[in-house]
Nanobody, 118 residues
Framework: QVQLVESGGGFVRPGGSLGVSCDGS?????????MAWYRQAPGKQRDIVAI???????FYFDSTEGRFTISRDNDKSTVHLQMNNLKPEDTADYYC???????????WGQGTQVTVSS
């Protein structure tokens, strides 16, 4: 059974930086999986923030490109989202997502909260 466990998050002032990590050690052959981060602000739908494919290619969505960086460590079965120059509108619950590169069931973590406020 795939389980994703997020860590990190918290409170930061506007312009600050924060990182969130996802432990995917329950995934067999982690390197074959696409990994992503989504976020959901209060009262809004869950939207994708960034994805890193099994081949290492990355894509960013919304207004995060240039401020956020997604990376993975296949040896440690982890994926990390580094968030810089954070804005109040980045406040949301951040969720780790995983799916095998050939498709199939997608899995979610339980989410971790990020609050950006002065």
């Amino acid at each position: 059974q795939v389980q994703l466990v997020e860590s990190g998050g918290g409170f930061v002032r506007p312009g600050g930086s924060l990182g969130v990590s996802c432990d995917g050690s329950t995934i067999t052959t982690f390197s074959d999986w696409d990994m992503a981060w989504y976020r959901q602000a209060p009262g809004k739908q869950r939207d994708i923030v960034a994805i890193i494919h099994s081949n290492g290619k990355t894509f960013y969505f919304d207004s995060t490109e240039g401020r956020f960086t997604i990376s993975r460590d296949n040896d440690k079965s982890t994926v990390h989202l580094q968030m810089n120059n954070l804005k109040p509108e980045d406040t949301a619950d951040y969720y780790c997502w995983a799916r095998h590169r050939i498709g199939g069931t997608a899995y979610w973590g339980q989410g971790t909260q990020v609050t950006v406020s002065s």
